[in-house]
């Protein structure tokens, strides 16, 4: 599995990968989880659905993300309020105004299929 992110329940930008984030935004990595159950976990996120402790990747049902420094500016709430969305950058593609009409589309020919 590849990078994945969420957006964070404040401002709506997703929970940075720490791979060559842009200067400026480094901040957008460090975040906060809230669970249903109640569970609240801080630290860094991986990339790849690791906050601190937390394994998001591995059942943790509908993560509520939120950067830490949104979460502290929103006087640190600590109810659960609900998932936050899945990000489109996937937490790292971002940056780059660039949509759909910036990808060659390929046909396939059939070519290139391999039997075993």
């Known amino acids: ?42 630290g860094d996120y991986d990339g790849y659905g690791r906050l601190g402790s937390a394994e998001l990747a591995n059942g943790t049902k509908d993560p509520e993300l939120w950067h830490k420094k949104c979460w502290e500016g929103a006087g640190q709430p600590m109810k659960y309020s609900g998932p936050s969305d899945y990000a489109e950058d996937q937490g790292f593609f971002y940056g780059d105004d660039c949509g759909a009409e910036c990808f060659e589309v390929v046909e396939d020919d059939g070519e290139g299929v391999y039997d075993d």
């Open 1 to 42: 599995m590849g990078l994945f992110s969420w957006n964070c329940k404040q401002c709506g930008e997703s929970i940075k990968a720490p791979y060559d984030i842009p200067e400026g935004i480094e901040w957008q990595n460090e975040a906060v989880l809230l669970c249903e159950d109640g569970t609240m976990v801080c």
